[in-house]
């Protein structure tokens, strides 16, 4: 591999990251806080780091970049951009510990949600605002950004992109894959902004609304309030977030469409309908099964029972209610929301619909197989045979996302964490959902996980975050050798 090409182009990120701190430095010298030395030099930091790998590691050879080089500079561009990002929190003053403000920052980038810090609304607005920022650059993806970019330099970007975006049946909406990512970056931006204004029209200031636009599109979750959403008590607000935590959780290709003017492009789409029936169905079921144990009305249960499902299957981890004081058939439900997860080609996380589709039809057929072992049968989704390579990859990625949360749980517990914390922590992580069970709740936090357990998290947001086969592929001996 060109590891001079890849650390060049690791510099070429750090420079973005660097300079996408102005953003929230404006807002820290616009509330007068204390962030603003902190940002200022982070900043000058951050840069001047990216610059310096730009500078020294310029490879004049700039060709197609491999199959293995995306993955690398996937990888190692997002723990760069990690531990950049960390530096406004450390240097803040706000984390005891450089882990926890790792920590942090993996957990925007990455739009899990996690969080350590406690007495939100006393950290300083600049922070506030950063930390809610890198959800949105993370949840469209930084490296997508890049790509759209990048051909200043004579490369191409296909290789990255699949690695960023690494759904079974990858989406190219335009023949250059530069034009792709602008057209995701404008669909984004665009449904960004209608958020923001809605926000404000349900009473939120500008900070507030931008702040939780940020957190809502990446599916990302985080708050500038210690109770979140619950914070607002608004039936109004509540709907506008269920809304587009909702358009977060669909394929962004498929808004592209709708925005093109094909009005049916979601019902036409097989995996959105199955999404889309998940979420109404298992919202319907919790509802009813809250109704009278938890609230006296149905308008109350329904309220608070599809908030929760829509912000735990589409992996952004908003709260309105302590679901821990939920009938345990509701746990339950919202602990499957934790696995199925959102759309491929959305901001969400988790093992993602399409998956789970092509796994029960897979089912199925083994099944169908049985009754019938001569017939010929063939899987399809929307009509379209599934290629046999895209089926192996989704049960080996299935296998592997079940094996790691197994493994890691188990790591988990054997540093002293209980089982509820230890299961509900990795799911949640793994899953880039953030509020879990147990001692991560949603009342409580990830400060009481212990030093290696946060460094355990920090490696299995990562993996939910890229998609399990970017991360685990480099610790394959295979994958270093010529």
């Given amino acids: 591999m060109r590891w ?3 650390l060049n182009i690791v510099g070429i990120l750090n420079i973005f990251l660097g300079l996408s701190m102005v953003f929230p430095l404006l807002w820290a010298i616009y509330y007068k806080d ?4 902190s940002f200022s030099i982070s900043m000058v930091i951050t840069v001047i780091c990216g610059f310096l790998l730009f500078i020294f590691f310029r490879d004049e050879d700039t060709g197609a970049i491999s199959h293995r080089e995306g993955m690398a500079i996937v990888t190692f561009g997002w723990t760069s951009i ?26 925007g980038f990455t739009t899990t949600g996690a969080s350590v810090l406690t007495g939100i609304e006393g950290i300083s607005k600049g922070l506030l605002f950063w930390r809610s920022f890198i959800q949105w650059l993370g949840g469209m993806g930084i490296i997508v950004l890049s790509v759209a970019i990048l051909p200043f330099l004579g490369v191409g970007g296909m290789q990255l992109y699949k690695a960023e975006v690494p759904s079974p049946i990858p989406d190219k909406l335009k023949p250059r894959i530069r034009d792709t990512a602008m057209v995701l970056w404008k669909v984004y931006a665009l449904i960004s902004l209608v958020e923001v204004l809605l926000l404000m029209i349900g009473g939120m200031d500008l900070y507030d609304a931008l702040c939780h636009t940020f957190t809502t599109m990446p599916t990302g979750g985080f708050s500038t309030k210690n109770t979140s959403i619950a ?6 607000i509540d709907v506008v977030i269920i809304l587009f935590m909702m358009l977060a959780g669909i394929n962004f290709s498929l808004h592209y469409q709708m925005l093109r003017g094909k009005t049916l492009a979601f019902w036409r789409d097989a995996e959105c309908r199955f999404f889309l029936g998940t979420v109404f169905l298992l919202i319907i079921v919790v509802s009813f099964n809250i109704y009278g144990a938890v609230y006296k009305t149905i308008a109350e249960a329904f309220r608070f029972g599809a908030f929760q499902v829509v912000s735990i299957i589409t992996t952004t981890g908003f709260a309105t209610a302590d679901y821990e004081q939920w009938p345990a058939m509701s746990q339950i439900i919202l602990v499957l929301c934790m696995f199925i997860g959102a ?10 619909c399409l998956r789970i589709m092509l796994y029960l039809k897979y089912c199925y057929k083994e099944i169908f197989s ?12 929307g009509g379209k045979p599934v290629p ?28 002293g964490v209980d089982f509820v914390t230890s299961f509900a922590a990795v799911a949640a992580t793994i899953g880039n959902i953030g509020p879990g069970f147990g001692s991560v709740g949603p009342i409580e936090n990830y400060s009481q996980i212990p030093y290696l357990g946060k460094w355990l998290l920090i490696w299995c947001m990562l993996l939910g975050r890229l998609e399990i086969y970017t991360v685990i592929i480099l610790l394959v001996p295979e994958f270093w050798r010529k």
Avoid: W
């Fill in 82 to 107: 990690g531990l950049f990002g960390a530096l406004p929190f450390y240097l803040g003053g706000e984390f005891c510990t450089f882990v926890d403000a790792f920590f942090e920052s993996v957990s």
């Fill in 34 to 37: 204390q962030s603003v030395i």
């Fill in 231 to 236: 914070h607002y008590n608004s039936v109004y």
């Fill in 343 to 352: 759309s491929a080609g959305s901001t969400g996380g988790g093992m993602k």
């Fill in 370 to 381: 049985l009754i019938h072992p001569h017939a010929v049968t063939q899987i399809k989704i």
């Fill in 388 to 415: 046999e390579d895209v089926l192996k990859s989704v049960l080996g990625f299935l296998g592997l996302y079940i094996g790691l949360f197994v493994l890691c749980s188990i790591l988990l517990a054997g540093l």
């Fill in 4 to 6: 001079r090409f890849i």
